[in-house]
């Protein structure tokens, strides 16, 4: 028997998530596949969505290397641009579109004007996030700039939203309208929903939308009842059982000691394997049925209860997210978030082609 864990993704439920997501925002959608499509295994998620995805997006070269390497011709968006002329060249070679958030990588584009063409560019603008942008006063003498390259073929605008997910927001409306007022008068399309604006109900819809974490099925807008498919489920089985008396414990510490006597189910999975450390005392579900994880989570491994599951031992099935676990539990229980705990899982299978 080979190690049983593995993060099973099902290609499918990302394709039907996307479709849906895409009609609900009602304009174009780049499907956000950055950081290994949050643990999705980017290669196989951009294939599988390449008929139907209207563009891909990825945070820096290596990443839109990988998918062009795999021969995806789709259009990929480099989302923090490029970092120096090297990586621009290479960049306007492979056909990226770039996002252009810095002085520096106009000047760049500038300087490498006679060495490309048919360049699509997205200025990134600073609406409130202040993380990454151009101050909004900038948009049309960056419009003119670019353009009187002549290398450039599209200009388009986008802002990241800061509390598209936060309960009550209204933080996002004046983004939106600063992004707005600010492009108005210059005839480009403008990108700023993500996922959780695409699932407000509220507020006016960008050209663009770029979707992220509810694609892979987590909904992250409080009061949203949007129905969206998990696409990945954290798998393993029970490879050892434990008795153990009242009053003992189990791992690491010896911070759980149990108050009755109880079997403990040793499960083939660990911090290593993207489950995270602090999880001590989540929902897990084995052979379908709801229990805990019992003591200090391993580097390999964790222990589960099952004192009360009489027909679960070796072999059961474990599911620490998925179908019956939301990650978003999981990720509460571990005071971070679900894209954080997605994107450090590092071993995937794939359910369907
Ligand atoms: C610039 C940018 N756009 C879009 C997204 C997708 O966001 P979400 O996963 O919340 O849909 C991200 C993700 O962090 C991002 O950084």
Redesign the pocket.
């Known amino acids: 028997m080979t190690r049983p864990s593995r993060a099973l993704i099902d290609l499918n439920a990302l394709l039907s998530n996307y479709k849906k997501l895409r009609a609900l925002h009602g304009g174009k959608a780049f499907a956000?596949l950055?950081a290994n499509a949050y643990g999705h295994g980017a290669v196989r998620c951009a294939k599988k969505l390449e008929m139907d995805a209207d563009a891909f997006?990825v945070a820096f070269l290596e990443e839109g290397l990988e998918l062009r390497e795999a021969g995806i011709h789709k259009p990929i968006l480099l989302?923090e641009g490029v970092f120096d002329v090297k990586e621009l060249l290479k960049a306007a070679n492979h056909s990226f579109w770039i996002v252009v958030s810095r002085h520096e990588q106009l000047e760049m584009i500038e300087q490498c004007s006679r060495a490309m063409r048919g360049l699509n560019v997205w200025l990134k603008l600073e609406t409130g996030m202040n993380r990454l942008g151009l101050d909004v006063s900038l948009a049309p003498e960056y419009v003119s700039r670019l353009r009187a390259t002549k290398v450039v073929s599209r200009v388009s605008f986008m802002t990241?939203l800061a509390c598209?997910?936060v309960e009550g927001d209204d933080f996002s409306i004046k983004q939106i309208e600063k992004l707005i007022n600010a492009t108005k008068e210059l005839d480009c399309e403008v990108s700023f929903c993500?996922?959780?604006r695409v699932l407000s109900a509220k507020g006016p819809r960008s050209d663009w939308a770029?979707?992220?974490?509810?694609m892979y099925g987590i909904n992250?807008m409080p009061g949203s009842s949007f129905a969206l498919e998990p696409v990945m489920e954290l798998k393993s089985q029970i490879f050892d059982v434990k008795k153990i008396k009242k009053g003992e414990s189990v791992g690491y510490g010896c911070t759980a000691q149990v108050s009755r006597d109880s079997r403990v189910g040793i499960v083939a999975l660990g911090y290593a394997d993207g489950y995270p450390r602090n999880a001590m005392g989540c929902s897990v579900s084995v052979d379908g049925r709801l229990t805990k994880t019992l003591g200090a989570i391993s580097m390999d491994m964790l222990a589960v209860d099952i004192t009360e599951l009489e027909n679960s031992g070796l072999g059961s099935q474990v599911e620490l997210w998925g179908k019956h676990i939301h990650v978003s539990e999981v990720a509460q229980h571990a005071r971070t978030i679900p894209?954080e705990l997605l994107c450090k899982v590092n071993r995937v299978s794939f359910l369907s082609a």
Do not use: E, F, P, Q
């Open positions: 956000v950055k997006a989302l990241h598209a997910d993500n996922s959780a770029r979707l992220g974490i509810a992250t894209y």
